[in-house]
Nanobody
Framework: QLVESGGGLVQAGDSLRLSCAAS????????MGWFRRAPGKEREFVAA????????YYADSVKGRFTISRDNAKDMVYLQMNSLKPEDTAVYYC????????????????WGQGTQVTVSS
């Protein structure tokens, strides 16, 4: 089970940190990531992190502004979002995969329910 938290309403330029609590499986050995879906748009990959945190991968649209991290001891994954823009407004989903081969395109078997992030201009 993946449960997201930390979403909310912020202004452009603000920061927000999303958290994802993982339970029920040994997610510490899984690739973890974040996707988002904006109103009227397709689901979009945001970021991914390897099982030990040694490798990260970002969508071009968030590179340099967002940072993904994990704490396997706490079964937590985080997404630090800085310099937020109105176009970052979306529902953000925490995801998990048993593999790492093409993190921006591969299948993620486990999905959370999502948390809303709204950035006003």
């Amino acid at each position: 089970q993946l449960v997201e938290s930390g979403g909310g309403l912020v202004q452009a330029g603000d920061s927000l940190r999303l958290s994802c609590a993982a339970s029920g499986r040994t997610f510490s050995s899984y690739t973890m990531g974040w996707f988002r879906r904006a109103p009227g748009k397709e689901r979009e990959f945001v970021a991914a992190i390897s099982w030990n945190g040694g490798t990260t991968y970002y969508a071009d649209s968030v590179k340099g502004r967002f940072t993904i991290s994990r704490d396997n001891a706490k079964d937590m994954v985080y997404l630090q979002m800085n310099s937020l823009k109105p176009e970052d407004t979306a529902v953000y989903y925490c995801v998990a995969s048993t593999s790492w081969y093409d993190p921006g395109r591969q299948e993620y078997q486990y999905w959370g329910q999502g948390t809303q992030v709204t950035v006003s201009s």
